[in-house]
């Protein structure tokens, strides 16, 4: 009985830790997806556009975050917005849906867009064209 008592918690924490062990694997086998896209900037709209973005809506933060977007970062140069986001979840059209969806993001939206318009190689009726990621390295 001495032996049980003694022998039990190193069974039960290496359960435990296994268990722990697991999870954590399950986490990191969660794949995340990496986006990045294109559009101009209209010169005349450049600064108006910047500013919108220095105070941009808790709302509009919150959403994203509620669609699984993160790291989510827009840069400027030569007349050209640059966006990259890191997607964790498991749709990204579907979570995509549910932002447009958004009142808040539309009324967030109707703000941006008049900044932008589509780069010359965009699809019809594409805004933001997608980028090829040629190179990554974690």
Known sequence: MRVIKIVFPFIFLLLLSCSQSAEVKKEADKKIQRKAWVI???PDKLEEYK????NVWPGVLKKLKEVNIQNYSIYYRDGLLFSYLEYTGNDFDADMKKMAADSLTQEWWKLTDP??????TAGEGVWWADMEEVFHMD
């Open 40 to 42: 101009r900037v209209k």
């Open 51 to 54: 500013k919108l973005h220095s």
């Open 115 to 120: 900044c932008q318009e589509p780069v010359e």
